[in-house]
């Protein structure tokens, strides 16, 4: 497997060696888009914690933080639930 870093930063650019932009990044060296994954946007906290994951499809995946910065909720068209330890899921209408 071969790794490739943009310039002048360890920021990894691909893993195939193919000098294509797999991954991009914003000014602070966040993640931002993965095309191998279909990520086309993250977007992030000012507390450097994931906020909302768009994938190419335009379906997304939100997360809530708690006081303390813990990720207790997750958001999705497709499932929504209380995360933590003793939980068990839940109806989205709870959760929101």
């Known amino acids: 497997m071969t790794y490739s870093y943009y310039e002048e930063s360890n920021k ?3 893993v195939d060696g193919s000098g294509t932009e797999n991954y991009t990044y914003d000014q602070i060296g966040n993640l931002v888009s993965d095309t191998e994954e279909g990520i086309a946007n993250i977007e992030w906290t ?3 914690k994931v906020r909302k994951v768009v994938k190419d499809d335009n379906s997304e995946v939100s997360f809530r933080y708690d006081a303390s910065e813990d990720r207790p ?3 999705s068209p ?3 639930f209380r995360e933590g330890p003793g939980c068990r899921g839940g109806d989205c209408q709870d959760h929101r």
Do not use: E, T
């Open 73 to 75: 909720f997750r958001n």
């Open 12 to 14: 990894l650019k691909n």
């Open 78 to 80: 497709v499932d929504c």
């Open 46 to 48: 000012p507390y450097g």
